[in-house]
């Protein structure tokens, strides 16, 4: 194998051109055929919870907490 740009490069062993085969020799197989598998179909699951028409849960009002998701705080008895 020889670098195209630098012609003082020496040739390396092994990369020798391969002999031509001959005609009577060569067997031909075709690749064996691959059957196609249809993917499994997808299904929609239920959600635990829910949800509007953008996929988000639908808000609840709770007692135990205030608009912004944190706990309301009950005062010491």
């Known amino acids: 194998m020889r670098d195209k740009k630098d ?3 020496i040739d390396l062993p092994g990369f020798e051109p391969a002999a031509p085969l001959e005609a009577g020799n060569v067997e031909f197989r075709r690749p064996p055929s691959r059957s ?3 993917p499994p179909k997808q299904e929609q ?3 635990l919870e829910e949800t509007d028409t953008s996929g988000l849960p639908v808000w609840r009002r709770d007692d135990n907490l205030d608009l912004t998701g944190l706990p309301v705080w009950a005062p010491a008895p």
């Open 7 to 9: 012609k003082a490069t």
């Open 36 to 38: 196609r598998r249809a």
């Open 45 to 47: 699951i239920s959600l």
